[in-house]
């Protein structure tokens, strides 16, 4: 179990860091292009810190 929240991990701080670019790198007259990948960057953060602090409870 240890390594699917691992691999979860992984792949929402990845999911962060992509779509967090694309949100600030959108042209200025495409907010919705934006938004769209500000909220999924959101989602990426909300679950990388959520396997983050998991991972970090199960090794102490």
Same mark, same amino acid.
């Given at each position: $179990?240890?390594? !699917?929240?691992? !691999?979860?991990?992984?792949i929402s701080w990845s999911g962060f860091w992509a779509f967090g670019y694309l949100? !600030?790198?959108a042209?200025?007259?495409e907010p919705q292009? $934006?938004?769209?990948?500000g909220l999924l960057a959101f989602a990426g953060f909300l679950t990388g $810190?959520?396997?983050?602090m998991r991972l970090s409870h199960d090794m102490a």
């Open positions: $179990m240890r390594k !699917l929240v691992a !691999l979860v991990c992984v949100a !600030l790198s042209r200025i007259d292009q $934006m938004v769209v990948a $810190m959520f396997t983050y």
